[in-house]
């Protein structure tokens, strides 16, 4: 039994008991050990249990206050690997932070690497759900800043997917800088941070998304640069050479990289024939981000119409595509069970009892 808490709708959070049977370990990343299985109380679901640590000097924060956690209590959408739950426990003398999160059973990279194929219908599904989700976080003013396979969960029998790992994420009312060409993954990076722009926008998302995107349709990487600098010169092989408009609108010096003619998005690859697709990619890979399509608005292009048209098709594997209508309001309620009212006093004794608990696994003990 672990004393930790729920999130209300409102985003306050409010003290709980939480319990869970056998969790396995289902993957890692640089600063946590993700494990899945049942939780047993105050609900019973398939979670993931996320133990993330820091090094940085968020490291002492309390577990209310992990930026992590502080994000994924102010949003709620059906296409994001939401936070139901969370407590903390002290290992090797750090503070390990648990998120108990939404699961899914399939990682889209590992799915890539295993030789998985999507058709053009479920890369459609996927992508939809993909955009609602940056749509959901551009409507509560968050930028994720890390959308690559590797944080897009699925369940690829039922054809849903969720927006996982919001380690990097930032509120942009903060006005913190970016740091450039360091965030975002160097596939997914878009060119604004390529060429050093240090602005977070919601634009950001836009383009790694459409990389994501392009995945999905594709099975390939679209610009798999081995430095910055290649990286640029992927991109402006395909959209030519930054005009001085965009480069004025960026904000930026002129990348040092030879001049290239645009051979367009649609010489790149013969294989996808569906010109609403090229319509998507050619409305969100705009080097200048001020140009790049919002996600609400890249919901209703005419790509996705197959994704709403009623009745709903069938799927390759013989099942009907989800009903995706709600995914397009951008506010959803949190289903929680009871919820207690919280005082002061009941959070701060559940958060003292949440930090003096041991580890769940003893894994944490062993990493740094
Ligand atoms: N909700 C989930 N359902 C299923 N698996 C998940 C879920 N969330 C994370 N995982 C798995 O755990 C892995 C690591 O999770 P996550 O990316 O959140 O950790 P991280 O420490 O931020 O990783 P990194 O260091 O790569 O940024 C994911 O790549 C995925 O395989």
Redesign the pocket.
Known sequence: MWSGFGIKDSGEFYPVSLQFGGLQR?????????Y?GPMTSPIHKE??L?N?WSDTETRHLPTTQYP?IQILSKIFHPAI?NLLYFYSMNANEKTVHCLV???????M??LRDQGVKFDILDAKLFTFQLFSAIGHLASKNIVHM?IKP??V?MDRAKGLL?L?????ARRLETNEKTGGSYQVTRFYRPPELLFGCEKFTPAIDIWSATCVAFELFANRILFKGKDTKDQITLIIGVFGYPTDEDIKSIGVKRPRVARKEARGIETFTSKMLDSDIYEFMKSTLKIDPKKRKSAVDVLKMPIFDVIKAVPRKKRSNGIEIPDLIRYTEMNHKRETEVEPAADIETTEKAEKESKSSSSHSGEEDNRK
């Open positions: 289902c993957g890692s990343g640089r600063f946590s050990n993700v899945c979670i993931a996320k993330a992590e690997s999160l939404d699961y899914m059973p399939n990682e990279a590992r890390d590797q944080n969960v969720k996982a790992d919001f380690g990097n």
